[in-house]
């Protein structure tokens, strides 16, 4: 049986925390804009390091499985 809680954690993390599709943080001219689809290089670290926190938080921490089979 496989495990797909990673995977499927990780998508979902993937496209939400895209800079610049629902919000990014920080924006050029303001604190946070949502779905200005611009990005910078500041931006995309701050959306790396939350999505690190929440990718370790319900892996590791929470233990999220979904198995299959």
């Excluded at 998508?11 to 001219?29: D, H, M, R, T």
């Amino acid at each position: 049986m496989a495990d797909w809680g990673p995977v499927v954690i990780a998508v979902i993390l993937f496209v939400l925390l895209s800079p610049g599709l629902l919000f990014q943080l920080p924006a050029k001219n303001r604190v946070v804009e949502f779905g200005n689809m611009q990005t910078s290089g500041v931006s995309v670290l701050v959306h790396t390091i939350i999505f690190l926190g929440l990718i370790s938080i319900f892996l590791i921490a929470i233990g999220v499985h979904i198995s299959t089979g």
